[in-house]
């Protein structure tokens, strides 16, 4: 549970953001109990987090390197682990294009993460 707080940092379309995904499969009173938080470096007054209500990883650790949760992605089997870089760049851009600006500020909430996977072409992961 090291990583828990520590964000993460990551470069997309030449801009840096800060980043984690948080889980925890026991905190039923905060449901949904997962989320990514992004923050561009260039803006410190944008906080965006994305829930989730029916993807869920099948280990509770912080990031796990093999494991994932089995999905069809444009309809090929793949394995999701939000944790993963790839997968928080694909979130990034499709956040930052379609649901704010990098240079909008305050918190922005994104209650519907799994409505944002499905048009990044995953299906079946719950």
Not at 11 to 28: A, E, I
Not at 98 to 118: P, S, T
């Amino acid at each position: 549970m090291n990583n828990r707080n520590k964000l993460r940092q990551i470069v997309v379309n030449q801009k840096r953001y800060l980043w984690n995904f948080y889980y925890d499969d026991m905190d039923f009173a905060n449901y949904p109990y997962s989320y990514y938080f992004f923050e561009p470096e260039e803006n410190k007054r944008l906080k965006v987090r994305v829930y989730f209500t029916k993807y869920a990883p099948n280990m509770n650790i912080d990031v796990y390197p093999a494991g994932g949760t089995p999905c069809l992605y444009k309809g090929e089997q793949c394995v999701m682990n939000l944790c993963r870089p790839h997968f928080a760049r694909q979130m990034i851009e499709y956040v930052f294009a379609n649901c704010c600006h990098i240079k909008d500020f305050g918190e922005l909430e994104i209650r519907d993460g799994d409505a944002v996977l499905e048009a990044l072409g995953y299906s079946d992961f719950y």
